[in-house]
Every structure is written in C-alpha cells, then in structure tokens.
C-alpha cells in the first residue's frame, strides 16, 4: 500500500502570507505556474472550530484546482501528517520576515540574428 503524499505550501497573495496542505502539486502547463490540487483542510467534529481555517475553507470552498505563479511561491514541503491551514500578515514590524519578491521577467527573449 502506498503512502499518501501531503504538501504544505508558502506563497504569497494579496500582501498575505498563506500556508496551506494539499495532496497534489505539480508544475503547470500555464507557464509561470504550479498546480494546487485537493486542498486538506480539519474536519469540523469538535465543537471547538479554528476561525483562520474555516475562513480558508470558505475561500476556496468549490475550488477544483489552483494556478499560483511561480515568483508567489515560498515553499513547498513533503510532510508526515496535515497541519493547521492559516493565513498570516506581512507586515514590516512583525517577528516574520517579510519577503518582497525581486520583479523579473522568465521570458527570456531570443537572440536576434542582426546587428544593432
């Protein structure tokens, strides 16, 4: 029997850090992107529910799948067992360090053949 593969993924959106598990991440066919497919969130069983979760649960209730772009990305982890999904400021006077994507283009243009 093989083992179920869980993945906790860092990136950025809206000026927001997110860290959240899923089961399938892959490089896209769109290029300058990842898929994020079958989001892990906690079950709802106990009466004590975490609001930073189910406000994620809420976001991307319906969602099939996700295109992130690749300069969004932190990290991506291969992990034991799901964790707290949550969402975390960035901010510049808070104990995380903020990370500013450097703006660059992936597209590398080609050469031209004549002289300028």
């Not at 079958?38 to 969602?63: A, Q």
């Amino acid at each position: 029997m093989t083992k179920e593969l869980i993945f906790k993924i860092f990136f950025i959106n809206n000026g927001k850090l997110y860290e959240m598990y899923a089961k399938k991440v892959c490089q896209s066919s769109l290029f300058g992107f990842i898929e994020v497919e079958e989001y892990i969130f906690g079950e709802n069983s106990s009466l004590v529910i975490d609001p930073s979760e189910d406000r994620l649960k809420k976001e991307f209730n319906g969602v099939k799948r996700s295109y992130i772009p690749i300069n969004s990305v932190i990290r991506i982890d291969e992990v034991e067992k799901k964790g707290l999904s949550k969402i975390s400021k960035l901010t510049e006077n808070s104990s995380n360090n903020v990370i500013t994507p450097f703006p660059n283009s992936t597209i590398i243009p080609p050469e031209s053949g004549g002289k300028s």
